[in-house]
């Protein structure tokens, strides 16, 4: 069946930029998707991409889709403390059905 | 308030009993979804139901059963726990049009 793949772990210092990588294998995805777990809480939508873009920006947040060899990032500027979290990977293909990343967990270090 | 409520936040039970797992939404969605979510697995899509008359299984749907009660609330059922099923339980709803899902805070089920 098709998949989403994400590392699942990512640590970088208080400032820095971020990068999660997420590599997915549909090829009918319509929509790219970035979730923020925080601790004991439900998935909130961050940001999405529609297929055929290949780049958003949303204030500290880049999404880069490389839709050839599908590759999604989600770049964080200027890594905060509050930005600590897991953060999901999500696509969904023509038939509406939704597909997860297991989730990479993202530690900042003061 | 919150938009997607579920109920209990935390369940501790033994192997064998029959446990039901409730959501609640007022986002006024069609569309209510049930994941499982494992350390290092992600979200595991359990049971989907696009309207009160439609349910349909998803990807790990073996051990589970639900029921759409109305537009509002899908509760999950475990008939028969077994410790396996030990994992943080996720409801969700969408409008069916942007793709975005809403979350539910979660219920952590234990079962020994």
């Known amino acids: 069946g098709e998949d989403v793949e994400q590392s699942l772990f990512l640590s970088v210092r208080e400032g820095d930029s971020s990068v999660i990588n997420c590599t997915y294998t549909?090829?009918?995805?319509?929509?790219l998707y970035w979730y923020k777990q925080e601790p004991g809480a439900g998935l909130q939508l961050l940001t999405y991409?529609?297929?055929?873009?290949d780049m958003k920006q949303d204030q500290r947040l880049t999404v880069l889709l490389n839709k050839k060899d599908k590759h999604l990032s989600l770049r964080i500027a200027d890594t905060q403390t509050g930005d600590s979290a897991i953060y999901f990977c999500a696509e969904m293909d023509n038939n509406n059905d939704m597909r997860f990343g297991a989730g990479t967990r993202l530690t900042v270090k003061p | 308030d919150a938009d997607v409520t579920q109920t209990p936040r935390n369940r501790i039970t033994k192997t064998g009993k029959r446990i039901m797992l409730e959501c609640s939404q007022t986002?006024?969605?069609?569309?209510m979804y049930w994941y499982r979510q494992d350390p290092g697995l992600g979200l595991r899509l359990i049971y989907y139901s696009f309207d009160v008359k439609d349910i349909n299984k998803g990807e790990i749907s073996d051990g589970y059963s639900v029921s759409r009660q109305a537009q509002a609330k899908f509760s999950l059922s475990l008939e028969s726990a077994i410790p396996n099923q030990t994992a943080l339980y996720f409801c969700?709803?969408?409008?069916?049009?942007?793709?975005?899902?809403?979350f539910g805070p979660g219920t952590r089920l234990t079962v020994l």
């Open positions: 986002k006024g969605h069609d569309r």
């Open positions: 991409i529609f297929s055929n873009m």
């Open positions: 969700a709803t969408s409008d069916g049009v942007s793709g975005e899902q809403f």
């Open positions: 549909d090829s009918s995805s319509t929509y």
